[in-house]
């Protein structure tokens, strides 16, 4: 039985790149990443939870552009916490401090291992669809190839050519910052702070997306850099 070539995982994810700031998918469109602060509508009074609808209402009513909304629950890492912690503990000249210290964190690191607690964070995607536009030289450049070769391999030439390019273009990215500010204003109205995720940003988030049960990318970056020392 012929053994069977395991297919590479970037063909089953939909991202061709991450560039200013934008997440370029392999069909040319283009998103955008906010993240957004929490609130706790249950603790609001029957007046606010109404005003925070009506104003959400209002949002939704504003924009001619769909905007997702995701959650993005993981179980919350302390290491660096815990680090800070040990850190306080050496340089603290007080020994009835120096214990206490201690002990706190050895409650933290056990009541964390015991009890996964969750960490979420809320995002929105701002997606902006251009409109795909066939070259005129693109056209005739087919038109040439095809009374050589077969259309197949004369259409491979040409998206391969405008693969090429490799760069958004400045007014697709323009229309996508204007949705993208108009997302923010309409967040804001509703008492919610919205902020774009830059590229370092973007790249982490579908690291951890993607990679679950691994520690965070940063992380794994200090302990290459440890293994090489």
Known sequence: MPKQESSPTQQFIDIASIENDTVVLKSGSLRRLLMISG?????????????????????????????????????????????????????????????????????????????????????????????????????????????????KTAEKKIAAAEQTEGTIDKENLEQLDQRVNQAINGLNQIGLRAIPLNNEELIELFYNLYNPAAIEKRNLEIVKEEEKK
């Open 39 to 151: 609130t706790n509508f249950f603790l609001k009074s029957e007046e606010e939870q109404g005003i925070i609808l009506y104003a959400f209402q209002g949002f939704l009513n504003s924009i001619n552009f769909s905007v997702q909304m995701f959650i993005h629950s993981r179980k919350l890492n302390i290491d660096d916490y815990l680090k800070k912690l040990e850190g306080f503990e050496e340089q603290e000249p007080n020994p009835l401090l120096k214990n206490q210290i201690q002990e706190y964190r050895e409650f933290i690191r056990s009541f964390v291992s015991q009890n996964a607690i969750m960490q979420k964070t809320f995002f929105a995607v701002v997606p902006f669809d251009p409109i795909q536009i066939t070259k005129a030289g693109t056209d005739i450049a087919g038109k040439i190839t095809g009374l050589f070769k077969s259309a």
